[in-house]
């Protein structure tokens, strides 16, 4: 049985549910961190001493934190296929798109414009910092668009955890209030992370308690 903490408006919590859910393994969630606070006990500390979330913990094992540590080592143990291929080069293929996505994609978005546009009060946005963002995004946006002219997924025609680590954000920067170029494969992409239940029932959650 593996053991989650974190709250499920957390992006990074919704990117290790969202894998779980794709290997549909059983699982336990307890809400941790903002509205739910927790992170400042001894009880946390002791799981993970930088009081970030997620963390998981499977069977008896320690508890793992990172993550992108967390989705590999999922990846590692349970995953079967393409999700996480068996040969080193493709496998290799995988995580860089999965490295790249978590630097260039969920970095640059979170921070920089979810943050602006949702956590922060009206009357305190930066429109311009927003725009510029946005403008910022969308130029390591292209480089997705134009891989994903020739295929279904990041990496290929098999869905992997590179689209896990690339996908998690496209919910909230499809539905939050911003005004954003057309990226017609993108959109195309997106539409097919959301046929997949395990998208609709981890990544696309209401992020109204995190509003300012």
């Not at 969202?18 to 006990?41: F, S």
């Not at 320690?62 to 040969?87: K, Q, V």
Request: proline share 6%.
């Amino acid at each position: 049985m593996l053991t989650v903490w974190g709250r499920k408006t957390s992006s990074n919590v919704q990117a290790l549910m969202w894998c779980i859910g794709e290997m549909n393994l059983p699982y336990k969630r307890h809400d941790i961190g903002h509205r739910y606070g927790g992170t400042d006990t001894d009880a946390f500390f002791a799981l993970n001493p930088n009081r970030t979330i997620p963390v998981l913990q499977d069977g008896d094992n320690p508890p793992l934190w990172e993550t992108g540590a967390i989705l590999r080592y999922l990846a590692n143990r349970y995953a079967r296929g393409d999700f996480w291929p068996e040969d080193l080069l493709a496998k290799t293929e995988v995580d860089r798109w999965m490295e790249w996505s978590k630097l260039n994609i969920a970095g640059a978005f979170t921070a920089p414009i979810f943050w602006r546009v949702v956590r922060t009060p009206a009357e305190k946005r930066d429109p311009t910092a927003i725009r510029e963002a946005v403008t910022e995004l969308e130029q390591r946006f292209d480089i997705a668009e134009e891989r994903l002219a020739t295929r279904a997924f990041l990496v290929g025609e098999a869905f992997t955890l590179a689209d896990i680590q690339f996908g998690h954000v496209l919910y909230r920067y499809y539905d939050i209030e911003i005004v954003r170029k057309p990226l017609p494969n993108l959109r195309a992409y997106y539409e097919r992370l959301e046929a997949r239940p395990a998208f609709r029932e981890h990544v696309m959650v209401s992020y109204e308690p995190l509003r300012a």
